[in-house]
Nanobody
Framework: QVQLVESGGGSVQVGGSLRLSCTAS????????VGWFRQAPGKEREGISF????????YYTDDVKGRFTISRDNNKNTAYLQMNSLKPEDTAVYYC???????????????WGVGTQVTVSS
């Protein structure tokens, strides 16, 4: 059974850090692009970062560039999102997804996790 599970979310204060993990089961994550997305209340899901299979093509949106770092460990079938200098506007449910195309457009991703809540309070 193909499955992605996110973990590491929680509640932090402004300026804090969290590290999200995305672990795959039922398929080899190594051959897929991994994307991180988030959805705030009342807003559409937005892509914020992706990493390709060899980790030599990495992208961040301007909102998170310089604060978030995406990485992956194919041996562990796991990808990560290190989030530093968190802001209240980072509050959202965070999702990971895998797909064949290096993009932050959600429609290109086939497999999705159920999400993990990140709440940043001032």
């Amino acid at each position: 059974q193909v499955q992605l599970v996110e973990s590491g979310g929680g509640s932090v204060q402004v300026g804090g850090s969290l590290r999200l993990s995305c672990t795959a089961s039922g398929f080899p994550m190594a051959s897929h692009v991994v994307g991180w997305f988030r959805q705030a209340p009342g807003k559409e899901r937005e892509g914020i970062s992706f990493i390709n299979s060899r980790a030599d093509d990495i992208y961040y949106t301007d909102d998170v560039k310089g604060r978030f770092t995406i990485s992956r460990d194919n041996n562990k079938n796991t990808a990560y999102l290190q989030m530093n200098s968190l802001k209240p506007e980072d509050t959202a449910v965070y999702y990971c997804a895998t797909g064949p195309v290096a993009t932050v457009i959600p429609n290109f991703y086939a497999n999705w996790g159920v999400g993990t809540q990140v709440t940043v309070s001032s």
